[in-house]
């Protein structure tokens, strides 16, 4: 039987055969299925490609192709940035820096200095139609405010510092005071609350911690900090776990009322923590913010992930919404200080390589939106929904298992925080030599 490294190993670049032979073309370059309003985002279209090629990079020398493919990347974003308006990171301007940053280093500057001219003392303004009455800033890590700090921190520079400021002060001005700390809603005043890592508190806090230590800006420590007491008093914290509520009231959507993922669980809301501790805030509602985050993947591990235990329960093996970015969250964990979690992350990895899709081209992912008829979705090539965010994990995954737990590690905007300095290869750490607590 092959051995587990090189099955991952195989899988990862039969996943990635599979995506690549999903990229198209027309006259303005390289082109991804889907709609035409993703063509240009991390989310779903070529700059998510970026980091599977910087993953490779780690394994092999690229191809002639896959070198082509990179250069057409940089070549299309660079010369977007001057017009682009959209500023969010995984849409958007700050997501064209952590492409650049990773295919190119020094290019990601153009789309820097766009964000430096489009801010406002609010924000930036979303280009989504997603605010009812306005094109006013939202909040968040995926569309908002929090994923552009994010980047600038990542980045570094001399333009990150007003990226930053900038952000971090309108973060202040939308937090919401709770009973015991800080909300933030995509916008002040909208319906609910997701309060995880994607879309509420949980990645806000992060952003503001990390700006803050860079900065030297206190009050937006303090204000991360008081996000996280907010979760904490939310939080369920039966057997030792730690997990929130998807959305708050939960009427507002069609979805289990906890889930476990990056996104809206406690993967992606352990991430806080490390964030926390690299701004040196050491306890959170009465806990150390180290065991919050072992907490957080206890709760996840507890939960079942990646078993199918019902309709809804776990239909997605994607990085955003399922089994790869839950297996990249706990090798961060791994790496950072628990060794024994790399055995979980195998765990999410023989999920994959058991549902895994093969056919002449390589390997994909079908999905399932149990709400629907036929409920099985079609595959998927790109960065948080498909086959490369798969790619990139189960590689990485080869890696730690070929060279063991200081393998180098690709770093990104919205996670480098989470493992030691010495393994990361694309962040600049603005504010300087970081510590990660476990």
Same mark, same amino acid.
């Given at each position: 039987?092959?051995?587990?490294p090189t099955?991952?190993?195989?899988?990862?670049?039969?996943? /990635?055969?599979?995506? @690549?032979?999903?990229?198209?073309?027309?006259?303005?370059? $390289?082109?991804?299925?889907? $709609?035409?309003?993703?063509?240009?985002?991390?989310?779903?279209?070529?700059?998510?490609?970026? $980091?599977?090629?910087?993953?490779?990079?780690?394994?092999r020398?690229?191809?002639?192709?896959?070198?082509?493919?990179?250069?057409?990347?940089v070549?299309?974003?660079?010369?977007?940035?001057?017009?682009?308006?959209e500023?969010?990171?995984?849409?958007?301007?700050?997501?064209?820096?952590?492409?650049?940053?990773?295919?190119?280093p020094g290019?990601?500057?153009?789309?820097?200095?766009?964000?430096?001219?489009?801010?406002?003392?609010?924000g930036?303004?979303?280009?989504?139609?997603?605010?009812?009455?306005?094109?006013?800033p939202?909040?968040?890590?995926?569309?908002?405010?929090a994923?552009?700090?994010?980047a600038?921190?990542?980045?570094?520079?001399?333009?990150?510092?007003g990226?930053m400021?900038?952000?971090?002060?309108?973060? @202040?001005?939308?937090?919401e005071?709770?009973?015991?700390?800080?909300?933030?809603?995509?916008w002040?005043?909208?319906?609910s %609350?997701?309060p995880?890592f994607?879309? &509420?508190t949980? &990645?806000?806090?992060?952003?503001?911690?990390v700006a803050?230590?860079?900065?030297?800006?206190?009050?937006?420590?303090?204000?991360?900090r008081r996000g996280?007491?907010?979760?904490?008093?939310?939080?369920?914290?039966?057997?030792?776990?730690f997990?929130?509520?998807?959305?708050? #009231?939960?009427?507002?959507?069609?979805?289990? #009322?906890?889930?476990y993922? /990056?996104?809206? &669980?406690?993967?992606g809301?352990?991430?806080?923590?490390?964030?926390?501790a690299l701004?040196?805030?050491a306890?959170?509602?009465?806990f $150390?913010?180290?065991?919050?985050?072992?907490?957080?993947?206890?709760?996840?591990?507890?939960?079942?992930?990646p078993?199918?235990?019902r309709?809804g329960?776990?239909?997605?093996? &994607?990085?955003?919404?399922?089994?790869?970015g839950?297996?990249?969250?706990?090798?961060?964990?791994?790496?950072?200080f628990?060794?024994?979690?790399?055995?979980?992350?195998?765990?999410?990895?023989?999920?994959?390589?058991?549902r895994?899709?093969?056919?002449?081209?390589?390997?994909c992912?079908?999905?399932?939106?149990?709400?629907q008829?036929?409920?099985?979705?079609p595959?998927?090539?790109?960065?948080?929904?498909? %086959?490369?965010?798969?790619?990139a994990?189960?590689?990485?995954?080869?890696?730690?298992?070929r060279?063991?737990?200081?393998?180098?590690v690709?770093d990104? #905007?919205?996670?480098?925080?989470?493992?030691?300095?010495?393994v990361?290869t694309?962040a600049?750490?603005?504010?300087?030599?970081?510590?990660?607590?476990?």
């Amino acid at each position: 039987m092959t051995s587990y490294p090189t099955s991952y190993q195989e899988l990862g670049e039969a996943a /990635w055969a599979w995506t @690549l032979g999903q990229v198209g073309a027309d006259d303005d370059g $390289p082109v991804l299925p889907g $709609p035409a309003s993703d063509r240009d985002t991390v989310y779903a279209g070529l700059p998510g490609l970026a $980091p599977v090629l910087a993953e490779l990079r780690l394994h092999r020398p690229l191809t002639e192709a896959e070198t082509a493919l990179a250069d057409a990347i940089v070549t299309r974003l660079t010369g977007l940035a001057a017009t682009r308006v959209e500023p969010s990171l995984y849409d958007g301007l700050a997501g064209d820096v952590a492409a650049l940053r990773l295919l190119a280093p020094g290019s990601e500057r153009a789309a820097l200095e766009r964000l430096t001219h489009l801010r406002t003392p609010d924000g930036w303004e979303t280009t989504f139609d997603i605010r009812p009455d306005s094109r006013a800033p939202l909040t968040d890590v995926v569309m908002g405010t929090a994923g552009i700090v994010h980047a600038a921190a990542w980045a570094g520079g001399d333009l990150a510092a007003g990226i930053m400021t900038t952000g971090g002060e309108a973060l @202040l001005r939308a937090a919401e005071p709770t009973a015991h700390g800080l909300d933030w809603r995509m916008w002040p005043g909208y319906r609910s %609350s997701s309060p995880n890592f994607s879309h &509420g508190t949980a &990645g806000v806090a992060a952003a503001l911690a990390v700006a803050g230590r860079a900065l030297g800006r206190a009050d937006f420590v303090d204000a991360a900090r008081r996000g996280g007491e907010h979760l904490v008093a939310i939080a369920d914290l039966a057997g030792d776990g730690f997990a929130v509520p998807h959305t708050i #009231p939960p009427s507002q959507r069609e979805v289990e #009322p906890v889930t476990y993922n /990056w996104c809206h &669980g406690p993967a992606g809301t352990s991430q806080l923590f490390p964030a926390l501790a690299l701004a040196g805030v050491a306890e959170v509602g009465g806990f $150390p913010v180290g065991d919050l985050r072992r907490r957080c993947l206890h709760s996840v591990l507890a939960s079942g992930v990646p078993a199918r235990l019902r309709p809804g329960f776990w239909d997605n093996d &994607g990085r955003c919404c399922g089994t790869a970015g839950v297996g990249d969250i706990l090798l961060d964990a791994a790496q950072s200080f628990d060794a024994s979690l790399l055995a979980a992350a195998r765990t999410m990895a023989d999920a994959l390589v058991e549902r895994a899709v093969h056919d002449e081209t390589g390997a994909c992912w079908r999905f399932i939106e149990h709400r629907q008829d036929p409920p099985l979705l079609p595959p998927n090539p790109t960065w948080m929904q498909g %086959s490369a965010g798969i790619a990139a994990f189960l590689l990485r995954l080869a890696r730690v298992e070929r060279d063991g737990l200081t393998a180098s590690v690709v770093d990104r #905007p919205d996670q480098w925080w989470t493992v030691p300095p010495a393994v990361r290869t694309g962040a600049a750490d603005a504010g300087g030599a970081a510590g990660v607590a476990g």
